[in-house]
């Protein structure tokens, strides 16, 4: 960790490493203030931006395990004069990100940005507002697109049933009984002891974070700021079953589908999306989890490998770091066999033709090309629903490097298909080193695939 946070410029850093059930180990290395010298410790309070979705979500399953609601309850059920065009929205569909609700902070390409300013102050009568008179990128149900707005309408939709505004129901239902005494929303004007304070690093020097006004950061969809171990505490609460029951765990942890039977998946990884959980494979083990960045200065990542029954929380105060490497290979330390591909022995290629195959299909993805020659049949239909961007991204063309293969030493299907090896690959792409697993079956079609 000290070395990581040292070559990605990470002033401080909260972690937790969950083994069957249990903390075994957690900390907090660095700075929380850097113009101050003032060190990082176990109670210093990260903001974990978009992990917060899992949050709401948790507290949604809640109140359906209280009987309050269903979350197959229409959103207008809750919302007195909800636009015509959200007839059929159900509060699945905010969950699971397939409402057509726009994103405040970076929708998709293909939509008309939110027309709202995030440097501005909006009292939450306002901002709840303008996302409700915002047309919808498309008729609920049928795409998948990522959208904090959605999470917005969550939070408005606790408060009704509840009589309360969110940040009470999550501590009274959530923070108190579980003890997470660190942990709270975040609030530009109030003083919140051992708070850590947000950081970039551009052009070569470390700054402060971005402004933010109130309203954009202390919403249902970023807004909770805690420790690792206060979050370890959630996450164990979930995965053994403790507050939420093994049922609502397991609704919360199911990829969500469309109208049309067809898989809700990201681009370009295309990993499913759960009730506020991403839910994806990582070396051929089901990952579920979330990440989360804030423009005002941090970059977190949490997930949980429940065959292997190990979880990593990793929290940053630097908005350009990569927790999830960190993360990952703190997970190889406790699990060899969860190496992940960037701490690899590079190998010689000796199927370069495979390599070839690996290339064309990275391509085709990006493009949205014609998958049918590489693909399995089940992976071709998973990724039928994806968005793809209408051409070629400008810049430099992606460069594909070998890293390894490996031969599957259990039995492991994705989509169908009988999963025999795995390759992995280096990408580098818009100035950044990514890296590409892909899943083989014995004939060379890809069955399945991981971006990270």
Do not use: C
Request: avoid cysteine; charged fraction near 20%.
């Amino acid at each position: 960790m000290a070395s990581q946070m040292e070559a990605q410029h990470i002033p401080g850093l909260s972690y937790a490493v969950i083994q069957n059930g249990l903390v075994v180990k957690s900390g907090a290395l660095g700075l929380a203030n850097v113009e101050l010298n003032a060190p990082a410790n176990d109670a210093t309070e990260f903001a974990i931006a978009s992990m917060s979705k899992a949050v709401t979500a948790s507290a949604v399953i809640l109140l359906a395990q209280d009987g309050a609601l269903s979350i197959d309850d229409l959103v207008s059920k809750y919302l007195s004069g909800a636009p015509e065009t959200w007839k059929g929205m159900t509060i699945r569909q905010l969950l699971t990100h397939t409402s057509g609700m726009k994103d405040h902070f970076r929708d998709s390409p293909a939509y008309p940005p939110l027309t709202i300013d995030r440097r501005l102050s909006y009292s939450d009568e306002e901002y709840l507002k303008a996302h409700i008179d915002a047309p919808l990128n498309f008729p609920p149900g049928t795409q998948w697109a990522y959208s904090g707005g959605g999470y917005v309408i969550l939070g408005a939709i606790i408060a009704r049933v509840t009589g309360h505004p969110y940040g009470d129901y999550l501590r009274e239902r959530i923070f108190r009984p579980l003890g997470m005494q660190h942990s709270h929303l975040i609030s530009v004007a109030d003083i919140i002891p051992n708070r850590a304070s947000g950081y970039w690093f551009r052009d070569g020097a470390l700054r402060n974070g971005g402004y933010t006004g109130q309203a954009h950061i202390s919403g249902p969809d970023v807004g909770v700021m805690t420790t690792a171990t206060d979050l370890a505490k959630w996450v164990i609460a979930i995965s053994v079953a403790r507050l939420w029951t093994a049922a609502s765990r397991d609704v919360i942890w199911t990829p969500a589908t469309l109208s049309d039977g067809r898989d809700a998946v990201s681009f370009p990884a295309a990993s499913g999306y759960g009730l506020g959980w991403a839910v994806r494979t990582y070396r051929g083990y089901r990952i579920v989890g979330h990440g989360g960045t804030l423009v005002n200065g941090f970059t977190s990542t949490f997930f949980a490998i429940p065959e292997k029954q190990i979880a990593v929380i990793v929290l940053t105060n630097q908005y350009d770091a990569n927790p999830q490497a960190i993360a990952l290979g703190i997970a190889a330390r406790y699990e060899v066999d969860l190496t992940p591909p960037s701490d690899m022995r590079i190998q010689p290629d000796t199927d370069e033709t495979a390599t070839g195959r690996a290339k064309a299909f990275f391509d085709a993805v990006l493009r949205g090309s014609d998958l049918s020659q590489l693909a399995t049949p089940g992976l071709a239909k998973h990724l039928s629903a994806m968005w793809h961007p209408p051409g070629p991204a400008p810049g430099p063309e992606p460069s594909f490097a070998f890293i390894a293969r490996e031969d599957v030493k259990r039995a492991l299907q994705r989509f169908g298909a009988d999963v025999a090896r795995l390759a992995h690959y280096k990408v580098h792409i818009d100035g950044d080193d990514h890296w590409f697993t892909v899943y083989l079956t014995a004939d060379g079609r890809i069955a399945d695939f991981e971006a990270f």
